[in-house]
């Protein structure tokens, strides 16, 4: 599923706006406008010999194709929530006025989702967790002062788990783990057999390890806010058979809040509820649990702070088992990876480090206890060490690493949008080729009220600390600029000049630049522009 993200993510997204030369808030009347002059020269029908025709066919279905999609309110939603793509995905209800750009976005995740779904059937589905326990109590409080304090691994499991679906509605999934503490192991083996209902799925599972496991499973969507799950199982031991029975009740509260209702009876019973409301820069999570050996009430708060793709978090339980508090942060280092660092707090726990290592469906899990009470230098060190270790891992191995994989995803982006960019270097050439008519009778307009003449425009990148443009990494849109220049001013906004008429990018992932020398009243001017700053000309 990863791969598949990645290929799209990399395909060069089409910027309508900036083809049309518009402002994303632009109005249905400049929408109007925009296509009506760039259907002038475009127009099949305005060029008569054949090759002019054919080119012309191409660059008129581009600009048909864009005022399509921003003329119309349900098109011009998705694609100003979740662009190019979200015009790709089917399943679209039709979107009303009230729905705001992140409830497109959900949607399309939702719509997306499933179909990311459909193109895992033939595949397996990896999961797994591993979770290794470090015992480093003897720092804080050693048992003697003249020897070394020891740390030491206290447990270990891995829990790993496989997707292969048969059918569209038919899949086996196996599953396994083990865990060693102290010199004793165990673990344990488990093949399932699901499948998908109408509303719902019905799951058939057998085991070993602790005696033979035999279980029933299943869910089903009992009305649009409403899920239900439940089951049983029989474990069959030496000294009997033991049942179990459990069942989670999930209701949508509102677009924003998820409450469940979860029973647990068997071996330890217990009912437990929960809430979860979440929004785009916080969550928060409450759950009460009653039951055998313990019961508690949790409480945790999550802040989401987008821009640095970070997630500081709080937490607290209080029970019979004693109290807890946590706080930690979360940080996500790639598209599919992520790192946690979280100090926990209690009694009689003491006082814990944990690290957390997610990458994709597998997460690594190293929980350090470094004493058994709250000791005020195990807190301090808990909470600074996981700051300074960050921070020597991401200059040392995190900041390399994040430079090589840009420069391997601009080649792997270039590579996949070959044949792309060699159509849009085909599609800028055939657009200079039509623009030759409008180029000459602007110029004549505006030489004859020595308006704005454009003598020479280039869009590319240029020579390290030089002015100098890279020949390959480079292209001439004298001729683009000067037909978008109307009475006198040229008005470019803040996107990417590269989907311009007559433009294309001649160099995908770098930095470039569009320097445009001109005469205004007779007099030289030049100028240079960032690729995403608005321009307008003359200048003041």
Same mark, same amino acid.
């Given at each position: ?13 089409e ?5 049309l +030369? ?13 296509? #009506? ?21 191409? %660059?008129?279905?581009r600009t ?23 015009? *790709? ?20 995740? #939702? ?16 999961? @797994?967790?591993?979770?290794? +326990? ?24 891995i ?8 059918? #569209?509605?038919d899949?086996?999934?196996?599953? @396994? ?10 673990? @344990? ?10 509303? =719902? ?9 602790n ?11 009992l ?30 509260l509102?677009?924003?809040? %998820? ?34 050996? *313990?019961?508690?009430? =949790? ?5 989401? %702070?987008?821009?640095?793709e ?16 946590e706080?930690?942060? /979360?940080?996500?280092v ?8 979280? $100090? ?5 726990? =003491?006082?814990?480090l ?10 690594? $899990?190293?929980?350090i206890?470094l ?18 270790a ?13 430079? /090589? ?21 085909? /599609? ?31 869009? =590319?990148?240029t ?14 849109v ?14 470019? *906004?803040?996107?990417?000049?590269s ?31 960032k ?10």
């Amino acid at each position: 599923m990863a791969s598949d993200h990645e290929e799209s993510d990399a395909e060069l997204d089409e910027n309508y706006y900036t083809f049309l +030369n518009l402002p994303r808030d632009a109005t249905a009347e400049q929408i109007n406008t925009a296509y #009506r002059k760039q259907s002038r020269m475009f127009h099949p029908d305005k060029h008569l010999d054949p090759d002019s025709k054919k080119k012309a066919e191409i %660059m008129f279905n581009r600009t048909k194709r864009a005022y399509e999609v921003l003329s119309d309110p349900q098109q011009r939603a998705i694609y100003d929530s979740v662009g190019e793509k979200g015009l *790709h995905t089917g399943g679209w209800k039709i979107l009303h006025r009230t729905k705001t750009p992140d409830e497109i976005r959900e949607e399309y995740e #939702r719509l997306a989702e499933a179909a990311a779904e459909r193109r895992l059937q033939q595949r397996t589905n990896p999961r @797994g967790n591993i979770t290794i +326990n470090v015992n480093a109590t003897e720092i804080f409080a050693p048992y003697d002062d003249s020897e070394m304090p020891r740390v030491e691994i206290g447990s270990m499991s891995i829990a790993q788990s496989i997707e292969a679906p048969i059918t #569209r509605k038919d899949m086996i999934i196996m599953s @396994g783990n083990l865990y060693s503490s102290n010199g004793n192991g165990s673990g @344990g083996f488990v093949i399932a057999g699901r499948r998908l209902l109408n509303k =719902g799925w019905l799951e058939l599972c057998a085991g070993a390890g602790n005696g033979f496991l035999l279980g029933l499973k299943g869910g089903r969507t009992l009305s649009q806010k409403l899920t239900l799950n439940g089951g049983t199982n029989l474990n069959f031991r030496e000294q009997g058979v033991i049942p179990a029975l459990f069942s989670t009740l999930a209701v949508q509260l509102d677009n924003h809040t %998820m409450g469940s209702l979860t029973l647990n009876a068997g071996s330890q019973s217990s009912m437990s509820t929960q809430i979860d409301h979440s929004k785009e820069t916080y969550s928060l999570s409450s759950s009460v649990v009653i039951g055998t050996p *313990h019961i508690y009430f =949790g409480l945790s708060y999550t802040r989401k %702070m987008m821009e640095n793709e970070l997630k500081l978090k709080l937490a607290a339980k209080v029970g019979t088992f004693g109290f807890m508090g946590e706080y930690g942060v /979360e940080k996500k280092v790639s598209k599919y990876s992520s790192v946690t660092a979280t $100090v926990s707090i209690g009694v009689p726990s =003491g006082v814990i480090l944990k690290f957390k290592i997610l990458r994709s469906n597998q997460s690594y $899990v190293f929980p350090i206890h470094l004493s058994d009470e709250i000791v005020p230098a195990a807190v301090f060190y808990a909470s600074v060490t996981p700051v300074i270790a960050w921070f020597f891992i991401k200059k040392t191995v995190m900041d390399p690493m994040v430079a /090589e994989r840009k420069t391997i995803e601009v080649e792997r982006t270039k590579r996949q949008n070959e044949q792309r960019l060699s159509t849009r270097r085909q /599609e800028a050439s055939a657009a200079v080729h039509l623009m030759q008519a409008t180029y000459k009778r602007i110029m004549t307009e505006e030489m004859a009220r020595k308006g704005l003449i454009v003598t020479r425009a280039i869009y =590319g990148c240029t020579a390290e600390g030089g002015s100098q443009f890279l020949p390959e990494q480079s292209l001439d849109v004298t001729v683009p600029i000067q037909c978008m220049v109307k009475d006198g001013t040229l008005q470019l *906004h803040d996107s990417s000049k590269s989907d311009l008429p007559g433009f294309y990018d001649p160099s995908i992932g770098d930095d470039k630049i569009l320097r445009i020398e001109y005469t205004y009243q007779s007099e030289f001017k030049v100028i240079n522009v960032k690729d995403n700053e608005a321009l307008r000309l003359p200048l003041p």
